[in-house]
């Protein structure tokens, strides 16, 4: 995997971070770093202040996992463009449905791990997390969480950080919430950034080229061709992004002679 911010790779992202580009980012393990206890996730200074400037060049969406007013909280006052939660399904259509059955999980699991310490379930309205980074023997606690989760009906289950996430199959996934959001803002290119398996949905479609991937933290299973090294590099990486925007929206640099899109 290469590192989007070194060499020949900063060309690619500078042909990329031009007036067009939606920039698509997942909250925790991209923005913030992942920490022991999940409530207290949250962006460093520096990478708040380069968001914001970022936001100001460019749209600017934010996917998270989290349930969208969690995650809304996180980023606020920064001048993102859109906040969807639970991995791309709220918000979503035929959302009491889908709230229905993920309902029915909640309850069944709820039951079913009671006795589990350090497993802890996370309802989140339009999907479920499983969380066992607190559980003293995780791989143990895998074993049962996987069993605890057999015979439910309609899910979709996806891996992650010590986390199993449950989600509808018939919900709208990253992916499809990054290129609804591309299409409502008007985008011709994303340069879309995620640390995770449930950002695998959005990394599968930088085969068409109008997506670049960017996975925080190399990986040899993702589908993502490129990273930055760890997850202190996203402010370097925002920084870049903004500079050769701000470079390309001068008027000499007016692309092609074609006038930059108005925002
Ligand atoms: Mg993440």
Same mark, same amino acid.
């Given at each position: 995997m290469k590192s989007i911010l070194a060499g020949r790779q900063r060309a690619l992202l500078e042909r990329f971070a031009r007036p067009g580009v939606l920039v698509a980012l997942d909250f925790d393990g991209t923005l913030a770093p992942i920490v022991a206890? #999940? #409530?207290r996730a949250r962006m460093r200074v520096g990478t708040r202040r380069a968001l914001a400037r970022l936001a100001r060049l460019c749209p600017v969406v934010v996917i998270s996992g989290r349930a969208r007013a969690d995650a809304a909280r996180r980023v606020? !006052? $920064? !001048?993102? #463009?859109a906040v969807i939660g639970n991995h791309g399904a709220e918000p979503a259509p035929r959302a009491a449905a889908l709230r229905a059955r993920v309902r029915r999980w909640s309850e069944l699991l709820r039951g079913r791990l009671a006795g589990l310490a350090g497993v802890t379930l996370e309802d989140k309205r339009y999907s479920l997390t499983v969380h066992y980074r607190q559980a003293h023997d995780p791989r143990a606690a895998r074993r049962a969480i996987l069993a605890a989760l057999e !015979? $439910? #009906? !309609?899910v979709r289950l996806i891996g992650g950080k010590f986390v199993f996430n449950l989600v509808a199959r018939t919900a709208p996934d990253k992916g499809r919430a990054v290129e609804r959001e591309r299409r409502r803002l008007r985008c011709g290119r994303v340069i879309y950034v995620g640390d995770d398996d449930t950002d695998e949905d959005v990394f599968a479609l930088a085969t068409r080229r109008t997506v670049l991937a960017v996975r925080v933290g190399a990986s040899r299973t993702s589908r993502a061709e490129y990273c930055v090294r760890e997850q202190l590099e996203i402010d370097e990486l925002l920084a870049a992004i903004a500079r050769a925007l701000a470079c390309s929206t001068r008027p000499r640099g007016a692309e092609n002679g074609r006038k930059p899109r108005s925002r």
């Open positions: 206890h #999940r #409530r606020a !006052g $920064l !001048g993102v #463009r !015979g $439910l #009906r !309609g």
